[in-house]
């Protein structure tokens, strides 16, 4: 069965650097997205992507968020200058189609800011 | 942002019982609701999904019934399994958006043998 990979599977930085969390989609998928769960709470909505470009993003994807598809292919989140409530599981999340309510998750990339 | 809940946040059910998981929502113009299941260390996995023009969708022993005019769903597990051992988050969705997705605080379940 296809699966969203992310890489790496677990990440720890300093606070104030930059972290870059990496995602493959699913081939033909067209609808991408970023989860997030902090340690003990829901997982919540950061953003999502469609036809290069974002479609939504939460209150909680701010200046220091960024998304992109630079070569068509990984699907990248950046943060900028991450900070201690930065750190929790960060899952990409792909879709085939608008109709297609088939949301496949990512394994998830552990992000630990110390 | 409670348009989401999930009030139990555990429940135990010894194997060959059923299991039944709950979840409220606030938010009336939900019309796309979604079960996930969630192992540690893994990312969420796709179970059952039920569209607000039904009230109760199966698939195989997992069965998702929803009741609109109470903004209430429950899946529901027979015979539960000792595999079946895992987080289990109710999410909803608008189909008008382009798709975000809701989530509840999640259900642990424990079946024993």
């Known amino acids: 069965e296809p699966e969203v990979t992310q890489t790496p599977s677990h990440q720890v930085t300093q606070m104030g650097q930059e972290v870059i969390l990496r995602c493959v989609p699913i081939?033909?998928?067209?609808?991408f997205y970023w989860y997030r769960q902090i340690l003990g709470q829901k997982v919540e909505f950061l953003v999502s992507f469609y036809n290069n470009e974002i479609s939504e993003k939460s209150e909680i994807f701010d200046d220091q968020f960024s998304v992109e598809r630079p070569d068509g292919s990984n699907f990248t989140l950046k943060i900028r200058s991450t900070k201690l409530e930065d750190s929790a599981m960060y899952f990409c999340?792909?879709?085939?189609?608008?109709?297609?309510?088939?949301?496949?998750f990512g394994s998830g990339t552990r992000l630990t800011v110390v | 942002d409670q348009q989401v809940k999930q009030n139990s946040p555990s429940l135990s059910v010894q194997e060959g019982r059923i299991s039944i998981l709950n979840c409220d929502y606030t938010n009336s113009m939900f019309d796309y609701f979604l079960w996930y299941k969630k192992y540690p260390a893994e990312g969420p996995t796709f179970l059952i999904s039920?569209?607000?023009?039904?009230d109760k969708n199966e698939d195989g022993r997992f069965t998702v019934f929803l009741n609109k005019s109470a903004k209430h769903l429950s899946l529901h597990i027979v015979p539960s399994q000792p595999g079946d051992s895992a987080v289990y988050f109710c999410a909803a969705t608008r189909g008008s958006t382009l798709g975000r997705l809701y989530f509840g605080r999640g259900t642990q379940l424990t079946v024993w043998p």
């Open positions: 039920i569209s607000s023009i039904k």
């Open positions: 999340v792909t879709r085939k189609t608008e109709a297609n309510y088939g949301y496949t």
């Open positions: 081939s033909n998928h067209l609808y």
